[in-house]
């Protein structure tokens, strides 16, 4: 039983650092650091001009969501790219074709995406803090961590049904960026849900994210624990329901390419 | 000047075949800059401004998507041919690389201008745009001079990108600074002012300015004439720059092997 | 009179350097090719062999004007290939081994048509060397499918057909059998043998040594980036005089009392001894094999000698000797 627990865990961490490894191959920290934040915040930057432009003065609303939306692309990009990497590279026969278990295999390639994800918005939220000079005194530290860490876990379940769909389709990760700039939209990141219009509203209540980002911000907000639990518990089964989703999909996946053999041809 | 022809067809088709015609630049060319355009719209919508200005929101888009694709095919292009080994083969004919990426470049910013297109007929079709007191000529002269300016900084980060791979990340860089500070879907003026100064070494935010002017009807002639000068005299040092950068390039992968490496 | 030579180098350099390292960058050198001088004459098949990273690969791809030495010059065709790079390129054709270097996602025919362009190639002419090349590499019955559908070996073929397209006077082939079949190989060769017979130069570099015994007028053997044998193949063989191999099969058991019956021959001949999991093997190379057989003869039909197997030496075995030599001696 040890052994086999043992045998698990060693699985699943190798699993992960060698995901995270492959994914983030980067030659030296400044272009790990580009590659990072250059888009997020850059694209933050334009929305927030963007909104300037129309009218929309509320610069710290789309400060703050882009900066939570941070772990979620890096969960939704990284496990979706190294899952859908393994077709081009050709690993995937031998992955699939071995006889580890599923589960952590499957799991541990998120590991080092979610702590990735944290660290990141652990690193740019209080620069945005201070710099719109909202100050750290009202807000529930710990709550906030909460939020973030489930922010950046209920991700996964869309990276992995993005990265299935990647191993099918040689075109599978322009889904992944046409889902992740979606996101821009839906998940309250730049525009309030409520602000939306009706059609959109629904689709964006049955996404991941959306609970954790408007939990975040009333965090940010000064709120309590109990202000927040309905959406925090939300979040958590919404999340849930895309692991699941996606994890289903993965073995559906895997059953019938042994028998297609479609998987390595690119 | 047949055989020029020729390259430039064979070189423009295999482009359009082999990276063009994708799903993927379908996402930059129309997907991306739709996606920023609904932002742009429904923030308006958000702040309770029911008309925005459809030349930035929403024709700004498709300038967004045709500098994507260009950004990402220009660069994707010489990274693909390096992982492919076909850039070592390239590189070992008789044609010069320069003449095989201005070709390709070109192509890239044909097909970009379907995003515009796109971007116009949107406007017209949903959001009822009028041509109204649009000043055609100009128009058109300032949205050749933009095609010319983002062509001259095509074929530049082309030869950056076949220097080393790692200006990779660099370009990747790139995309959404030059969006943000040549206004492609805001007036400059919205930028704080030291960020205005940025964007005067990129010919197309010149050529930009001419263009929403000449769509306005506006600007003075003398205005007009003296935008489009400052975006062809840029255009043209970039293009300098690109030949100069070129020679060096062919050096410089020579000497690291870095033509046939990942 | 340079004009005579398709090649001709003249300590031939190259060096790299690669940063490596996430934190702290730390700069590797490699000489990959240390010292070469040769020269290949117009008309000759030429075969450069080596073990892996001795540096053919490098050798060639300066040979290519693809790759600038770090120093020596090299003269190809009476052309400098730092002067005349365009003209060098024009009159050569070269292919690498592996998959690479194809469009995957065009057919034959449009990646051929694509390098035609390359070498500005009148179209006339393109459209009648596609079919010609097509044929010559077996190919022709494929040439509309999409190149990602070939076989590795198919697309081996494609490259040389490519490499041929503009009739270069001198082509040089990076491992061009590599992934392909026995019988495909045998027509790769006499595609060759046909080449050089329209009196093309042609430099090939294989890890194959019955391919460059049969197929090459002059061979080099290159390690750590030098020269360290360079001759006609049998030539190559004859400089060993004429040996002979004597290879015996035994039990692991039985080594040492085997190895105890062969010393009386023991400055007769070279002897080496390979130990496998279950049986061992003994090759003796010996310019006295009348005498081993003496020595060997009385235990034929006993358990110590469980097969022998004699023959002349071949091209492998020379290289065998002169690479172990050379790791022997540093
Ligand atoms: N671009 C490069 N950068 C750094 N080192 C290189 C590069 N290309 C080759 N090398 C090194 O140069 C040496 C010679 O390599 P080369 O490819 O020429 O060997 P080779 O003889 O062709 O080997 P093989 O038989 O495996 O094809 C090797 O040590 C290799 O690691
Ligand atoms: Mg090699």
């Known amino acids: 039983m040890i052994r086999k627990l043992g045998q698990f865990f060693r699985l699943y961490f190798f699993q992960a650092w060698f995901s995270y490894r492959s994914l983030f191959a980067w030659s030296t920290p400044f272009s790990y650091m580009t590659s990072k934040f250059g888009f997020p915040f850059f694209s933050m930057l334009y929305f927030v001009f963007i909104g300037k432009f129309v009218g929309f003065d509320n610069p710290e609303f789309i400060v703050i969501g882009n900066i939570l939306l941070m772990p979620s692309i890096n969960g939704l990009y990284g496990i979706s790219m190294t899952i859908g990497d393994e077709r081009q590279f050709g690993a995937m026969s031998y992955l699939l074709a071995s006889p580890a278990a599923r589960a952590p295999l499957f799991l541990g390639r998120a590991f080092f995406h979610i702590i990735d994800g944290f660290i990141t918005v652990l690193v740019a939220l209080p620069i945005a803090i201070l710099f719109f000079g909202l100050g750290f005194s009202g807000i529930n530290l710990l709550l906030l961590a909460l939020c973030l860490i489930l922010l950046s876990i209920t991700t996964t379940g869309l990276g992995f049904i993005m990265g299935t769909i990647s191993l099918v389709s040689r075109d599978g990760w322009m889904f992944t960026n046409t889902l992740g700039q979606l996101l821009f939209i839906l998940i309250g990141v730049n525009i309030p849900v409520d602000k939306l219009p009706a059609f959109l509203q629904p689709i964006s209540n049955y996404l991941p994210m959306t609970r954790g980002i408007l939990a975040a911000r009333q965090v940010l907000d000064g709120a309590r624990w109990l202000d927040v639990s309905g959406l925090l518990g939300g979040e958590i089964l919404v999340g849930l329901v895309y692991i699941l989703i996606g994890y289903t999909l993965f073995r559906l996946i895997e059953r019938a390419s042994m028998t297609t053999g479609s998987l390595d041809s690119i | 000047m047949g055989n020029f022809l020729r390259l430039a067809l064979r070189q423009m088709d295999v482009q359009l075949r082999m990276r063009v015609l994708s799903l993927w630049s379908l996402g930059l060319f129309f997907t991306q800059p739709a996606i920023f355009s609904a932002v742009g719209m429904l923030l308006a919508h958000a702040a309770g401004n029911a008309n925005p200005d459809l030349i930035y929101t929403v024709i700004g888009g498709g300038i967004m998507g045709m500098w994507s694709g260009l950004v990402f095919t220009s660069t994707f292009d010489i990274r693909a041919d390096r992982r492919e080994g076909t850039l070592e083969l390239i590189v070992g004919s008789p044609t010069p690389l320069r003449r095989v990426v201005g070709f390709r470049s070109l192509l890239n910013i044909l097909a970009g201008s379907t995003s515009m297109l796109a971007a116009v007929t949107a406007a017209v079709l949903i959001f009822d745009y009028s041509f109204a007191g649009i000043n055609v000529p100009a128009v058109i002269l300032s949205f050749a001079l933009l095609l010319f300016g983002l062509w001259c900084m095509g074929i530049f980060l082309a030869n950056l990108l076949a220097w080393s791979r790692l200006s990779g990340t660099f370009v990747d860089l790139l995309e959404m600074p030059i969006a943000l500070l040549c206004g492609f879907m805001y007036p400059i003026s919205v930028l704080p002012s030291w960020m205005q100064y940025i964007s005067v070494v990129f010919p197309i935010r010149w050529s930009l300015q001419a263009m929403r002017e000449a769509m306005r009807g506006t600007a003075a002639n003398a205005e007009l004439l003296s935008l489009w000068g400052i975006s062809l005299g840029i255009s043209l040092v970039f293009y300098l720059f690109s030949h100069w950068l070129d020679v060096k390039v062919h050096d410089h992968i020579r000497v690291t092997g870095e033509l046939h490496s990942i | ?330």
């Open chain 3, 1 to 330: 009179m340079p004009d005579q030579k398709a090649i001709s180098t003249n300590q031939m350099q190259k060096t790299f350097k690669t940063r490596q390292g996430f934190w702290r960058r730390t700069t590797r050198v490699t000489e990959a090719v240390r010292d070469v001088t040769f020269e290949v004459n117009k008309g000759e098949l030429f075969g450069l062999l080596g073990p892996n990273g001795a540096g053919k690969t490098t050798s060639v791809k300066m040979l290519s004007t693809l790759l600038l030495p770090t120093s020596g010059t090299i003269t190809i065709l009476g052309l400098d290939i730092l002067r005349d790079t365009t003209e060098v390129r024009k009159r050569i054709g070269f292919t690498f081994g592996g998959a690479r270097g194809l469009y995957g996602r065009l057919t034959a025919v449009e990646n051929l048509r694509y390098f035609a362009e390359l070498y500005a190639m009148e179209p006339a002419l393109t459209r009648k060397r596609i079919p010609e090349l097509l044929e010559l590499v077996n190919l022709l019955d494929r040439g509309n499918d999409k190149v990602e559908t070939y076989s590795s070996g198919m697309q081996q073929r494609l490259h040389l057909a490519r490499a041929l397209l503009h009739d270069p006077e001198l082509i040089f082939l990076d491992e061009p059998t590599v992934g392909i079949d026995p019988v495909g190989a045998r027509e790769l060769r006499a595609t060759i043998k046909e080449l050089k017979a329209r009196g093309k130069t042609i430099l090939l570099t294989t890890h194959y040594m019955a391919e460059a015994d049969e197929l090459c007028d002059r061979i080099a053997i290159i390690n750590k980036g030098r020269i360290i044998a360079m001759d006609t193949p049998a030539g190559m063989k004859s400089g060993m005089t004429s040996e002979s191999v004597i290879n015996l099969r035994t039990s692991n058991e039985n080594l040492t009392a085997l190895k105890a019956i062969l010393s009386p021959i023991d400055g007769k001949a070279t002897i080496l001894c390979k130990e496998n999991t279950v049986q061992s093997e003994v090759s003796i190379r010996t310019a006295h094999p009348s005498r081993v057989i003496e020595v060997i003869s009385p235990w034929l039909n006993t358990d110590l000698i469980q097969t022998m197997e004699m023959r002349s030496q071949t091209l492998e075995d020379v290289y065998v000797a002169i690479i172990q030599n050379e790791e022997a001696n540093g």
